[in-house]
C-alpha cells in the first residue's frame, strides 16, 4: 500500500520543529508499524538524508520504549496494542498518518519522535521497590498466603511498562496512572506494606517534582494503556496517600 506520513522532524530539544511530508510505497499490511518507519529510513538513508529518530527496543510489547503519537492517539488506533505491535492492516491504501512524540512538559523531546522519560525513572527510584532484609532472618515469601484476588490485582497493576502513554494522553500530562500502578503492584501485598507510607509519600512527591499535573477523573488514560491499567488503581493511590498521612 502507499501512504502519506507526516512526521514530527526536531533537531534537538531547543530546536521548534516542524512536521514533515514524505511518501512511501510497497508497505505490506502484515509490517508491524515500526517496520513501516524502517523502511522509510532504509529509503531515506539511500538518498543521503537523515533517518526519523524513533525509540524502540523489544518490539514485543514488554518494554515501554516505543512511544508514538500517532493520528492523534498514543500508541495509534487498536486498544491494549503498544506502538511496536501495532500492525498496517490497521490503515488503508492512501491513507495519511500523522506521527508525532509524547506531548508533555516533563517529557522534553530529544529528537524527532524520542523524549526523555527519565522523569518515570526518577519517580520510580522515589519508592517503587522492596527493600530486601539479608540478614539471614528473611521469611520466604512463599511461605505468606495472599489471598488469591489480592495477587491477581497485584499482577494486574505490575503490567504497566512505563511508557508514558497515560501522561501524553491526560489533557493535565498526569502521571497519576503510572504513580498508581507502581503504588498498587505492592499496596495489597504483605512485603509491600512495610514501607507503604514512605513510598507513597515519597513517589508522589517526584512526581510533583518532575512537573506532573493532577488527575481530573477524565479517564483518557486508562483508554490509552496498552496495558489495560484500570483508573481503579488511582483510588488505590489516593487511599495509600491518605492512610500514610495518619502514621
Ligand atoms: S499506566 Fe499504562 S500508559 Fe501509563 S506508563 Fe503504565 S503501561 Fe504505559
Ligand atoms: S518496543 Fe518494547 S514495548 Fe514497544
Avoid at 510505497?25 to 538518498?47: P, R, T
Avoid at 515501554?64 to 500517532?70: E, H, P, R, T, V
Wanted: with cysteine.
Amino acid at each position: 500500500m502507499k501512504l502519506n506520513l507526516k512526521i514530527w522532524r526536531q533537531n534537538g530539544p531547543n530546536d521548534k520543529g516542524r512536521m514533515v511530508d514524505y511518501k512511501i510505497d510497497g508497505v505490506d499490511s502484515d509490517m508491524s508499524f515500526l517496520e513501516m518507519l524502517d523502511m522509510l529510513n532504509e529509503q531515506l538513508i539511500a538518498k543521503g538524508e537523515e533517518p526519523v529518530a524513533f525509540d524502540h527496543d523489544c518490539r514485543e510489547g514488554i518494554c515501554g520504549m516505543c512511544s508514538l503519537y500517532i493520528n492523534g492517539e498514543a500508541h495509534g488506533p487498536d486498544r491494549l496494542t503498544t506502538t511496536c505491535q501495532l500492525h498496517m492492516r490497521k490503515f488503508k491504501d492512501g491513507d495519511t498518518i500523522y506521527i508525532e512524540p509524547w506531548r508533555a512538559n516533563a517529557f522534553p523531546v530529544i529528537k524527532d519522535l524520542v523524549v526523555d522519560r527519565s522523569a518515570l525513572d526518577r519517580i520510580q527510584q522515589a519508592g517503587g521497590y522492596i527493600s530486601v532484609n539479608t540478614s539471614g532472618r528473611t521469611v520466604d515469601a512463599n511461605n505468606i498466603p495472599i489471598p488469591k484476588k489480592d495477587a491477581d490485582d497485584a499482577f494486574d497493576a505490575a503490567t504497566c511498562i512505563g511508557c508514558g502513554a497515560c501522561v501524553a494522553t491526560c489533557k493535565n500530562s498526569s502521571a497519576m496512572l503510572f504513580v498508581s500502578a507502581k503504588v498498587a503492584q505492592f499496596a495489597k501485598l504483605p512485603q509491600g506494606r512495610v514501607e507503604a507510607a514512605d513510598r507513597v509519600q515519597n513517589m508522589i512527591a517526584a512526581m510533583d517534582a518532575e512537573g506532573f499535573g493532577s488527575c481530573t477523573n477524565t479517564g483518557a488514560c486508562e483508554v490509552e494503556c496498552p496495558k489495560g491499567i484500570s483508573l481503579t488503581n488511582i483510588a488505590i493511590l489516593n487511599k495509600e496517600f491518605l492512610l500514610a498521612q495518619t502514621k
